[in-house]
């Protein structure tokens, strides 16, 4: 199957389609902008840029648990939400998040979304967590677009969170033409750049673009995703986990903050913007998304 880039064929008018696996918008049929998939654990599995090219890399061969975009914590009460394979720095105990049903799917005109219930199961079958999901893609722009992610998670127990760097609400897995050791730029709202002057630091939104060849058509285009953190998170601005070989996380767990805990019955919502686009972060007008999306203005370079 082909991806095509929003903006090379805004012309096609997309589609959704849905199964009992996964929601798909793609224009002509086969070209696919947006794919979300339930299965081996839901994620983001394609986020089609103006190159026509995927943007995420799901499950590379390095580290099979980064699935596009995904939702993972390594420790909640002693058990793992995050690694697929046996072994690792983890807890032995190893859970699951898992699709119980959608809530809803809806379309209208170039804007669609879903609404997914999930259930975080501990090693012993027991749902410990209830996530209401929520992920809206809007191609009303043409030459860019915005996935907004909207999680909530009601705890049906006591909860504390371990203080581990394996932890993505959401997690990030750019395709290696999009990573720093890929040749790709990383940029913040602070305007740090690159792994060494990002990890760990505070930031309302984090960019990375490349240039990458135009399906078809050989000439290179720059594009980009940039994750923007939402002003009403808890710990906004977040401090990022940053990897020059690939993930970002605008949630990094607790590596950088004390452990926190939730009560049984109370609520945590994380919200994000995903902004895909043609240019580099500057030339795309980032930081005004933000703003756009909620953060201070003074926040801004």
């Given at each position: 199957m082909?991806?095509?880039?929003?903006?090379?064929?805004?012309?096609f008018?997309?589609?959704?389609?849905?199964?009992?696996?996964?929601?798909?918008?793609?224009?002509?049929?086969?070209?696919?902008?947006?794919?979300?998939?339930?299965?081996?654990?839901?994620h983001?599995?394609?986020?089609?840029?103006?190159?026509?090219?995927?943007?995420?890399?799901?499950?590379?061969v390095?580290?099979?648990?980064?699935?596009?975009?995904?939702?993972?914590?390594?420790?909640v009460?002693?058990?793992?939400?995050?690694?697929?394979?046996?072994?690792?720095?983890?807890?032995?105990?190893?859970?699951a998040i898992?699709h119980?049903?959608?809530?809803?799917?809806?379309?209208?005109?170039?804007?669609?979304?879903?609404?997914?219930?999930?259930?975080?199961?501990?090693?012993?079958?027991?749902v410990?967590?209830?996530?209401?999901?929520?992920?809206?893609?809007?191609?009303?722009?043409?030459?860019?677009?915005?996935?907004?992610?909207?999680?909530?998670?009601?705890?049906?127990?006591?909860?504390?969170?371990g203080?581990?760097?394996e932890?993505?609400l959401?997690?990030?897995?750019?395709?290696e033409?999009?990573?720093?050791?890929?040749?790709?730029?990383?940029?913040?709202a602070?305007?740090?750049?690159?792994?060494a002057?990002?990890?760990?630091?505070?930031?309302?939104?984090?960019?990375?673009?490349?240039?990458?060849?135009?399906?078809?058509?050989?000439?290179?285009?720059?594009?980009?995703?940039?994750?923007?953190?939402?002003?009403?998170?808890?710990?906004?601005?977040n401090r990022?986990?940053?990897?020059?070989?690939?993930p970002?996380?605008?949630?990094?767990?607790?590596h950088?903050?004390p452990?926190?805990?939730l009560?049984?019955?109370?609520?945590?919502?994380l919200?994000?913007?995903l902004?895909?686009?043609?240019?580099?972060?500057?030339?795309?007008?980032?930081?005004?998304?933000?703003?756009?999306?909620?953060?201070p203005?003074?926040?801004?370079?």
């Amino acid at each position: 199957m082909t991806s095509a880039g929003p903006g090379a064929f805004a012309w096609f008018p997309p589609s959704l389609t849905v199964t009992d696996d996964e929601v798909t918008v793609a224009a002509q049929g086969c070209f696919v902008i947006f794919r979300y998939a339930i299965r081996p654990r839901p994620h983001i599995a394609t986020l089609c840029g103006p190159a026509g090219r995927n943007l995420l890399e799901d499950s590379p061969v390095d580290h099979l648990h980064h699935r596009g975009v995904w939702w993972g914590h390594g420790d909640v009460n002693g058990v793992d939400y995050y690694l697929e394979l046996a072994g690792g720095d983890g807890p032995a105990e190893r859970g699951a998040i898992e699709h119980v049903r959608w809530r809803s799917i809806s379309e209208e005109g170039r804007r669609f979304g879903l609404v997914e219930e999930l259930a975080w199961r501990d090693h012993r079958g027991e749902v410990v967590i209830d996530e209401l999901r929520s992920v809206v893609v809007d191609l009303a722009a043409g030459d860019r677009y915005v996935v907004d992610l909207d999680s909530r998670y009601t705890a049906l127990v006591d909860l504390a969170f371990g203080d581990t760097k394996e932890a993505a609400l959401p997690g990030i897995r750019p395709a290696e033409a999009l990573t720093t050791a890929g040749g790709a730029a990383m940029t913040n709202a602070r305007g740090q750049t690159g792994e060494a002057a990002t990890f760990g630091q505070p930031a309302e939104w984090l960019d990375i673009s490349s240039s990458r060849s135009v399906i078809y058509l050989g000439a290179e285009v720059t594009e980009g995703v940039a994750c923007v953190d939402h002003p009403e998170n808890p710990g906004y601005p977040n401090r990022w986990f940053t990897r020059g070989y690939g993930p970002v996380s605008p949630f990094p767990g607790h590596h950088f903050q004390p452990d926190r805990a939730l009560a049984r019955g109370a609520e945590m919502r994380l919200r994000h913007r995903l902004l895909i686009h043609a240019g580099d972060a500057e030339a795309a007008g980032v930081a005004a998304a933000a703003i756009e999306y909620g953060a201070p203005p003074e926040t801004a370079p």
